[in-house]
């Protein structure tokens, strides 16, 4: 997929959230980016991959995220066949918290 949407523009924006060194940084540039609704939905998705990676129920993370079953049957997807971005990130945050 990265093919599909990579070009200099977004590379510009990946190497700018790569640079921030904080939570509160993060904060600050992605108020500035995003709305807080996208903000929402992003973590939303990611509570969503977390909890199907660890084997919950759609009902369930439909329940705890407020998600639709469409965008809870995509974050499952991308699990399953994408390119291994939320299991990236979410192996890391468990290695983290470890």
Avoid: P
């Avoid at 990676?53 to 049957?73: D, P, R």
């Amino acid at each position: 997929m990265a093919k599909d949407i990579k070009d200099e523009k977004i590379d510009y924006l990946f190497n700018g959230i790569l640079s921030l060194n904080s939570v509160e940084e993060c904060y600050a540039f992605f108020q500035d980016l995003c709305t807080v609704a996208e903000i929402g939905e992003m973590s939303r998705r990611l509570h969503a991959a977390k909890m199907l990676y660890n084997n919950s129920v759609y009902t369930e993370v439909a329940s705890q995220t407020g998600l639709s079953t469409a965008t809870i049957s995509r974050v499952n997807r991308c699990l399953k066949y994408g390119s291994d971005g939320y299991i990236t990130v979410l192996d890391r945050l468990e290695n983290k918290d470890e």
